[in-house]
């Protein structure tokens, strides 16, 4: 018995890879102050970039003071990023973990909707 596998006979693809550090600071809120901890953040795109990455923050994201670092990182690398903050496009209460939210497919489908990706 013989098996191929489905990759024998797939053209080769080329990715670049890449990681960095974002550097911590201290924040203040609701009159607490709290340490936004060192990020290591890796990345992988292919050669050829066809399509722009759209990264989305959140209005509760731990991480989303670090997004505009990693987009301009992405555009640094020859990568196409674009940021977008959900909240200035109506959407609240969600946290880092959009995929988890209880709202996450209403989120996919405005999403789909009105980026690039209705195109």
Request: include cysteine; charged fraction near 20%; charge should be negative.
């Amino acid at each position: 018995m013989s098996f191929d596998h489905p990759w024998s006979n797939a053209p080769l693809r080329s990715i670049r890879r890449g990681h960095f550090w974002i550097p911590g600071e201290r924040v203040a809120r609701s009159g607490r102050t709290y340490q936004h901890a060192p990020m290591y953040e890796e990345w992988e795109a292919p050669e050829q970039v066809s399509h722009p990455y759209l990264i989305v923050t959140t209005e509760a994201g731990d991480f989303a003071a670090a997004k505009p670092h990693t987009a301009a990182f992405l555009n640094n690398a020859r990568a196409s990023a674009a940021l977008m903050h959900l909240p200035d496009h109506g959407g609240h209460g969600n946290r880092h973990g959009l995929i988890c939210e209880k709202n996450s497919d209403a989120v996919l489908v405005w999403l789909a909707l009105n980026t690039e990706a209705s195109a």
